[in-house]
Structure formats: C-alpha cells, structure tokens
C-alpha cells in the first residue's frame, strides 16, 4: 500500500493493482501533462497535471465502490481503469486533442494500445485483469463504466473540485462525499438515490460556473487556439508525426516548437505571454448560421479569405476560433424521484436556465497580433457577415469595449 498527501482530498491510500501501475512510465508521463493546459497563463498557481486528477479519481472510485458494495475482481477492474483513465491523453490535455484526432482518428480515451503493451499490460496480467476490458471501461463501455466514464463519473467529481483548488476561484466547491455517497445502480444505471435532485443540480452549477471564468476564459481560448497553430506548423513543417505527439508530454512539444524553424515565434509568443488579441468577440446570436455549422476545412478557408481581405501578409497571423454548440452532458445524469428514473433536464428547471447562459456565454473568436486587430475585425465583419456594432476588439480604439472585455 503507498499513501499520498494530496491537496484536495488530504492522504490518498493507494493498494492492490492501482498501487502497482503507479510507477510505470506510462502513468509517470502523467506528472508532466498539465491538467488544464494554457489556463495557466491566466491563473498562475493552476500548474497541477493529470497526475494529481488521476490520484483523485481513483480515491473518489475507491470511495464510490465502498458505497455501492463492489469488490474483489470487479473492484480491481474499476481501480485500474481509474489510475489510467488520463493516460491517453496528449501534451497539454485537450488543446491540441482536435487536432491530433483529425490526424489519427484517436480521442483521449482511446487507451487500449497503451494498456496492452509494455510494463502497464504486464502489471495487469499479473494481476489477472484483461487490459482490453480495462481499456473498454476507459472508453465508456459496460455496466460499470459509468463511475469513471459518464455523467455522473468521478473524474468529472474530482476535476471540478481540484481546479477551483488550483485556481482559486470558489464555483467549483461540490460536495464529493455526499455525490459518492448518494450513488447507487438501478438495474445497469448509475443514478442518485432518491431526494438528490439537488445534489445532481450542485454538479451542473458547478461546471457551468467554472466553463466562463476557467474553461473558456478568453486568454485561455487564445491562448490555446496559439498552440494548435503551433502544434499543426510542426506537423506540416517537420518529420514529427501525431502519433509521435500523442505521446510527448508537454516539455517535449514545447522544445519541439522552440527548435523547429516554422514553429519558433510562436512558441517565443506563448513562452513569454506575448499573446495575440482580440479582434472579434462575436455573441451566438450575431454569427450566422453557416458559421456555426462550418467543419474544420470551411472555418480554414474563412480564416485565409479574411486575411486576404484585410491585407495582413502572413495569413497565419489571423486564427479564426468557432466554438461548438453549447452542450450541457451533465443534464442527462440519472436521479430517483418517486421511485422513478428521470434525467435531471426532466426534473430541474435549473437546466433551461443554465442553457440559456451557455449560449449566452458562447463567443466566436478572431486573434491575431495587436497591431492587426483593428483590420482584421472590420474583415471580418466583411466576411462573415457581422454586424461591426456587435462586435468587440482588444485595441483602445476603432471597435468598441467595455474595461471588462481587456485583461
């Protein structure tokens, strides 16, 4: 058994097979994956990994397999998938996860050829557990994966609470015990037992309080939109392939872009938060409905028309940044009402509410130098058909911006 000090939930025992895969290199790669990417550029003391979140979600499992009376084997099972859920996951988490998929078909979850191979494959051999049904669990399949992979999971449990802690911002305090406390299968659904509407509602506030001021924070949205212009210059302009990215953590890209010459002043940007601005910060509303509903290939062909048209020489200069559709997964988590299984969208009318923000938070973005940002807004505006008083720019004059819109 080894035990943990951990900030969040105080010493963490570790035992059994969890205990074991703890000291492979793939879980180690873990130590250097930062949890929430560049949203360390906005709030500095938020440097913890992907580590520290997998020590949590294991805890929180452990905890939750205690409550529902799951042991032995099946107990295993769900601990190993709860120490390895994360370690598919790319330098800087999600950031550049779009574009790597793109280039090889593969989200974060998909972890079976690293279970299969190498020392993580052979501690779970030892231990009498098939790394592929492991793997299986990571990505959401059978009775039993909800815990570490669903809408009412512990990873999602323990993420929430670990970056308000890091962060210091309040909206993410959720009552980990109580959830954990409260879960309990009805037939092969994972709910929460009867009279916690309010308890599923608390997890839902909780994302969608930390989604503007953390997840979407618009340096953290620029930021990262930087990096996947970064990460796909070194694609195009080097022998590195995704695959090989996949598997660096976020030391090894960052000395990839600094040493690859088409890549090398934008990582000097990022480095040194000389970060491009704000052209347009477009509402949900003002941007039309082909813009919404353009695919990676239109929003690249929007992005050169309104370099073109603003006359800036370098059209990588100009990052076109459209957000998905607002969607809320937690409004589909399972709660208990008279005896009932309902979705908690059916049940609380906190979620009609809490749509209405997402989409009123939602912003379409438009980042370049500051010196541009005044021509390639008024582009824009041009090209896709924005109203120029709708619109919001990070330079002092021409558009106009309220002292909240600057840093």
Not at 122 to 143: Q, T
Not at 291 to 304: F, G, N, S, Y
């Given at each position: 058994?080894?035990?943990?000090?951990?900030?969040?939930?105080?010493?963490?025992?570790?035992?059994?097979?969890?205990?074991?895969?703890?000291?492979?290199?793939?879980?180690?790669?873990?130590?250097?994956?930062?949890?929430?990417?560049?949203?360390?550029?906005?709030?500095?003391?938020?440097?913890?990994?992907?580590?520290?979140?997998?020590?949590?979600?294991?805890?929180?499992?452990?905890?939750?397999?205690?409550q529902l009376g799951i042991d032995g084997f099946q107990a295993d099972r769900i601990e190993a998938a709860a120490i390895l859920h994360d370690v598919g996951h790319a330098p800087f988490s999600h950031?550049?996860?779009?574009?790597?998929y793109r280039q090889t078909g593969k989200f974060h979850d998909d972890v079976e050829e690293l279970l299969v191979e190498g020392a993580v494959g052979d501690v779970l051999r030892d231990h009498d557990?098939?790394?592929?049904?492991?793997?299986?669990?990571?990505?959401?399949?059978?009775?039993?994966?909800?815990?570490?992979?669903?809408?009412?999971?512990?990873?999602?449990?323990?993420?929430?609470?670990?970056?308000?802690?890091?962060?210091?911002?309040?909206?993410?305090?959720?009552?980990?015990?109580?959830?954990?406390?409260?879960?309990?299968?009805?037939?092969?659904?994972?709910?929460?037992?009867?009279?916690?509407?309010?308890?599923?509602?608390?997890?839902?506030?909780?994302?969608?309080?930390?989604?503007?001021?953390?997840?979407?924070?618009?340096?953290?949205?620029?930021?990262?939109?930087?990096?996947?212009?970064?990460?796909?210059?070194?694609?195009?302009?080097?022998?590195?392939?995704?695959?090989?990215?996949?598997?660096?953590?976020?030391?090894?890209?960052?000395?990839?872009?600094?040493?690859?010459?088409?890549?090398?002043?934008?990582?000097?940007?990022?480095?040194?938060?000389?970060?491009?601005?704000?052209?347009?910060?477009?509402?949900?509303?003002?941007?039309?409905?082909?813009?919404?509903?353009?695919?990676?290939?239109?929003?690249?062909?929007?992005?050169?028309?309104?370099?073109?048209?603003?006359?800036?020489?370098?059209?990588?200069?100009?990052?076109?940044?459209?957000?998905?559709?607002?969607?809320?997964?937690?409004?589909?988590?399972r709660v208990t009402v008279n005896g009932e299984i309902r979705r908690l969208e059916e049940q609380s009318p906190l979620v009609s509410a809490l749509r209405t923000a997402q989409r009123n938070q939602?912003?379409?973005?438009?980042?370049?130098?500051?010196?541009?940002?005044?021509?390639?807004?008024?582009?824009?505006?041009?090209?896709?058909?924005?109203?120029?008083?709708?619109?919001?720019?990070?330079?002092?004059?021409?558009?106009?911006?309220?002292?909240?819109?600057?840093?």
């Amino acid at each position: 058994m080894v035990t943990i000090k951990d900030s969040v939930h105080d010493h963490i025992r570790i035992e059994g097979v969890a205990a074991d895969l703890l000291d492979t290199p793939t879980v180690q790669r873990l130590r250097r994956v930062s949890q929430l990417g560049t949203v360390q550029l906005v709030y500095p003391s938020a440097n913890h990994t992907r580590f520290e979140h997998s020590l949590g979600v294991y805890h929180l499992a452990s905890r939750a397999l205690d409550q529902l009376g799951i042991d032995g084997f099946q107990a295993d099972r769900i601990e190993a998938a709860a120490i390895l859920h994360d370690v598919g996951h790319a330098p800087f988490s999600h950031n550049v996860e779009s574009l790597l998929y793109r280039q090889t078909g593969k989200f974060h979850d998909d972890v079976e050829e690293l279970l299969v191979e190498g020392a993580v494959g052979d501690v779970l051999r030892d231990h009498d557990l098939d790394p592929s049904h492991i793997a299986g669990l990571v990505a959401g399949e059978g009775r039993y994966s909800g815990l570490v992979s669903g809408e009412l999971d512990v990873d999602r449990m323990d993420y929430l609470v670990r970056d308000a802690h890091h962060t210091g911002v309040p909206y993410g305090t959720i009552d980990t015990g109580r959830l954990v406390r409260e879960l309990t299968f009805v037939e092969d659904t994972l709910v929460l037992d009867e009279g916690n509407v309010q308890t599923a509602e608390s997890l839902l506030l909780a994302r969608a309080l930390m989604n503007p001021v953390v997840y979407t924070h618009h340096v953290a949205r620029i930021s990262k939109a930087m990096l996947r212009r970064a990460t796909q210059r070194l694609l195009d302009g080097s022998d590195v392939t995704a695959e090989e990215i996949r598997r660096m953590d976020d030391h090894d890209l960052v000395a990839a872009l600094r040493t690859t010459e088409g890549t090398r002043a934008l990582a000097r940007r990022i480095d040194e938060r000389d970060l491009y601005k704000r052209a347009v910060w477009a509402e949900y509303e003002d941007v039309p409905e082909a813009v919404h509903d353009a695919d990676h290939e239109r929003v690249r062909e929007l992005q050169h028309e309104i370099a073109a048209t603003a006359g800036v020489e370098r059209d990588s200069d100009v990052i076109l940044d459209v957000p998905p559709d607002p969607s809320m997964r937690e409004s589909t988590s399972r709660v208990t009402v008279n005896g009932e299984i309902r979705r908690l969208e059916e049940q609380s009318p906190l979620v009609s509410a809490l749509r209405t923000a997402q989409r009123n938070q939602w912003r379409l973005g438009v980042y370049c130098p500051e010196p541009l940002t005044d021509r390639v807004g008024r582009a824009t505006a041009d090209v896709l058909g924005l109203e120029v008083d709708s619109l919001v720019s990070d330079v002092r004059h021409g558009m106009t911006a309220t002292l909240d819109d600057f840093e």
